[in-house]
């Protein structure tokens, strides 16, 4: 772990809200897209048998 | 397209067109501000300017909803559409109507609410100047957001999130022009600019509303 | 083949799918990859700025994503343009796909500008032009999102939406030379500015370069996999509508 010196609060709060919202935006794709995903295929199913 | 206009004109006056509406909305607000950050005239001076424009901004608003809404309900912008008349042109009278009954009062009501205010004198022409200047922009754009949300049921709160950051180029430079005008500086540089938004909102903004009601009435 | 034809085969929806579910997960790993290599690399391995001391450390966040606030709104401008002048339907599912992406981008560049701005102007929110002008593409997002999402029909929402996303740029370009005039006026240089790019050394600048390819690759990533999903809703969208009148 670098020395942030005194500016650690800042330079970590920084770091941990970045990482938090990226990775809340790639899960939200994810789970969007697979549950789209899932009812489409539900729906062709039904379509086709 | 000059029928329409004096047809608005009309609409907008009679009873139940919202017309004193606006003008009670931005008198109240001029009254609430005092309430709000005290009666010293020290302090409400200096805010005078911002807070007069930002009434008006939010008065503007307020009538929004009605620019194209009542038409579509009666089936009157159907009718518009088919017309022989421009799409473009039923926009611009549309904004013109609604600049009439709402833009002009409240630069005619301005100066003397801004005694309230305690805005310092010279203050007062160039309050009104600016929002001469400036209310055709806020009605150009609104008619513009107006068009994009008449199809929507409640589009009242969505029409105010789309409108409202567009306002910023004009309630920069308006509130401007008066500050200065009151502070006794020179204003006509952020005057020009002002007067530069209405106009390019004039050229530009009548083909976007027209082209967002043809969508909405496919 | 030349580019411009592969690019415009992309309009085929079909063909977007197929080549998208190969170009995901390369541009995924990838994006993992320059991310992790950049921030580690900046956050672990670079020495302190002697004036600003660790904080210069944000800016492997902040420069990043401000870059790709801006680019992202260009990509709803330019998708937007596509699908008004050509029809594709993929374009205007790009552009739906790039608002979420573009507004988080927006968003982590503001906090990570408020967090800079604490240390260094002794406040979180000072009203500089470019943070005031980053606030009011904020806005602007929310308002093209909340637009989207109001308006059932897809290609009305689709139109409007992309005549919006014209008359908004003009207007944000406005607001930003208008917030220029405005502060600037007022207060003569009193703030710092954020340009801090210009006297970046070599130490700072390499794994700023891989953490701007990371943002960069993720945002690809991400605006593909969500027109993937648009793709698919807008599928489902039209089965429900069949169903029903069956």
Known sequence: MPDLGRYALEVGFAYAATLILLLTLVGITIWRGRRVKRALQAAEGRRHG | ?218 | MSFSTSFWSLANPARFMSLTARAVPILSVLAGVCLVGGLVWGFFFTPDDYRQGSTVKIIYLHVPAALMAINGWLMMLVASLIWLVRRHHVSALAARAAAPVGVTMTLIALITGAVWGQPMWGTFWAWDPRLTSFLILFLFYLGYMALWAAIDDPDTAADLTSVLCLVGSVFAILSRYAVNFWNQGLHQGASLSLDREKNVADVFYHPLLLSMAGFILLFLALVLAGTRTEIRARRLHALRLRERMA
């Open chain 2, 1 to 218: 397209m000059t029928r329409i206009f004096l047809r608005d004109l009309r609409l907008g006056v009679r009873a139940g067109g919202g017309f004193g509406l606006g003008l009670a909305f931005f008198l109240i607000v001029v009254v609430l501000v005092p309430f709000g950050i005290g009666p010293e005239t020290a302090r409400l001076g200096p805010v005078a300017p911002g807070i007069l424009w930002i009434g008006a901004l939010l008065a503007c608003l307020l009538s929004l909803d009605r620019v194209f809404a009542l038409d579509r309900e009666d089936g009157a912008l159907d009718l518009l559409a088919t017309a022989p008349v421009p799409l473009e042109g039923v926009a611009l009278a549309k904004a013109a109507a609604h600049w009439i009954t709402t833009g002009l009062p409240l630069c005619l009501a301005a100066p003397a609410l801004a005694v309230l205010l305690a805005l310092p004198w010279p203050g007062h022409l160039w309050l009104a100047v600016s929002l001469l200047a400036g209310t055709p922009a806020l009605s150009l754009i609104g008619a513009f957001g107006a068009a994009l949300t008449v199809g929507l049921r409640r589009g009242g709160l969505l029409l105010s999130l789309l409108v409202l950051p567009l306002y910023v180029p004009t309630l920069i430079f308006g509130a401007d022009v008066a500050r200065r005008g009151a502070e006794g500086l020179s204003p006509l540089v952020p005057l020009a600019l002002l007067g530069a938004v209405s106009l390019g909102c004039l050229a530009i903004l009548p083909f976007a509303t027209s082209a967002a009601l043809r969508v909405n009435l496919r």
